[in-house]
């Protein structure tokens, strides 16, 4: 009877070593968050605040998710393709955060089932990635720019040009890259201070840029125009100089212009996006469904002048603009 009795004892014990192992385990192991971006300047830069947000925001959970950054190209090929696929089923993260849209789509195209948090400059709902910004869907939410910091560029284009009759909206993106419905007619016109007739350039290269300085195109506009994208980085200085050389007002998308010789320039306030996915991941790790975790859009914004480069075009900004720039370079 006693040694039945130590028999079962110890069979009970070695069930409640073996829950409670399982239970640690369970307890110790972290979530997962890969971390995607393209190799470009600002890249260390974001890699290091998504860092400290995640820090900030989880110092006191008991959730301690770990991040891991994978470094990508954007060029859709094959071999990106399989890279990147490879890499995440590898990894099989719990959720996945891109700074880069074209990465996240790529993601969202291998169908793995997984949270998908991405940075987006446009409206997600025009381009039908999503259906609504407050509940999203396709498994995707995130921080936005939208249609907003558009607007809110071209408004104070038109407080430097209030006679501007047309404008010229001039788009440089890779050949395979699908032109943004974001720029249509219907979009602008909801405003009435810039009911304006609009006309629309593209080009993916300088070669074709250079070419568009010295055709009759260029001219046909009382002002210029600049979307921001990510393929613009690589032609800033090339830009915002051939602008300037050929004395044609334009407005651009990023103050960094402005030391290249723009004469002005407007862009959203995105020092917060890790702070907003750093909240989106917690709210995940929570069990909040992802449709129910709405895209954030981005409502601070600044606004930088070239004074000489202003004078260069012709034009001399009142100074009531003046005392509202962020950033005026004499």
């Given at each position: 009877m006693n040694g039945q009795r130590r028999r079962i004892i110890r069979i009970a014990g070695t069930l409640l070593a073996g829950?409670?192992?399982?239970?640690?385990?369970?307890?110790?192991?972290?979530?997962?968050?890969?971390y995607l971006d393209i190799d470009r300047p600002i890249g260390p830069a974001?890699?290091?605040?998504?860092?400290?947000?995640?820090?900030?925001?989880?110092?006191?959970?008991?959730?301690?998710?770990?991040?891991?950054?994978?470094?990508?190209?954007?060029?859709?090929?094959?071999e990106t393709r399989l890279k990147l696929r490879s890499d995440i089923e590898e990894l099989r993260p719990t959720i996945v955060v891109s700074y880069h849209p074209a990465l996240a789509f790529?993601?969202?195209?291998?169908?793995?089932?997984?949270?998908?948090?991405?940075?987006?400059?446009?409206?997600?709902?025009?381009?039908?990635?999503?259906?609504?910004?407050?509940?999203?869907?396709?498994?995707?939410?995130?921080?936005?720019?939208?249609?907003?910091?558009?607007?809110?560029?071209?408004?104070?284009?038109?407080?430097?040009?209030?006679?501007?009759k047309i404008l010229g909206i001039f788009d440089l993106r890779p050949e395979d890259e699908p032109k943004p419905v974001t720029y249509n007619d219907s979009i602008i016109e909801d405003d009435p201070?810039?009911?304006?007739?609009?006309r629309f350039f593209y080009c993916s290269n300088a070669v074709e840029f250079e070419k568009f300085l010295l055709g009759p195109v260029v001219r046909s506009v009382d002002a210029w125009d600049m979307p921001w994208n990510l393929f613009v980085t690589?032609?800033?200085?090339?830009?915002?100089?051939?602008?300037?050389?050929?004395?044609?007002?334009?407005?651009?998308?990023?103050?960094?212009?402005?030391?290249?010789?723009?004469?002005?320039?407007?862009?959203?306030?995105?020092?917060?996006f890790a702070e907003v996915f750093?909240?989106?991941i917690a709210a995940l790790l929570d069990g909040v469904p992802i449709e129910n975790i709405p895209f954030i859009r981005s409502t601070?914004?600044?606004?930088?002048?070239?004074?000489?480069?202003?004078?260069?075009?012709?034009?001399?900004?009142?100074?009531?603009?003046?005392?509202?720039?962020?950033?005026?370079?004499?």
């Open positions: 829950s409670l192992l399982s239970t640690v385990r369970a307890d110790t192991r972290k979530p997962l968050v890969v974001n890699w290091e605040k998504m860092q400290r947000a995640m820090e900030r925001q989880f110092s006191a959970s008991r959730i301690k998710p770990k991040l891991i950054p994978i470094i990508a190209k954007a060029d859709r090929s094959d790529m993601v969202r195209e291998f169908k793995l089932d997984i949270p998908i948090l991405f940075f987006y400059v446009g409206d997600p709902v025009a381009r039908g990635l999503t259906n609504s910004l407050v509940r999203p869907s396709g498994g995707m939410t995130g921080y936005v720019l939208g249609t907003s910091s558009l607007v809110k560029r071209r408004e104070m284009l038109f407080r430097l040009m209030p006679d501007c201070f810039i009911k304006v007739k609009k690589q032609y800033m200085q090339g830009i915002a100089g051939g602008f300037s050389r050929i004395r044609m007002p334009a407005m651009f998308p990023r103050l960094a212009f402005l030391n290249m010789g723009a004469m002005a320039a407007h862009e959203p306030d995105t020092d917060d750093a909240r989106q601070r914004y600044k606004f930088g002048l070239n004074l000489t480069a202003l004078r260069n075009v012709g034009l001399s900004p009142p100074k009531s603009l003046i005392k509202v720039a962020d950033v005026v370079i004499q």
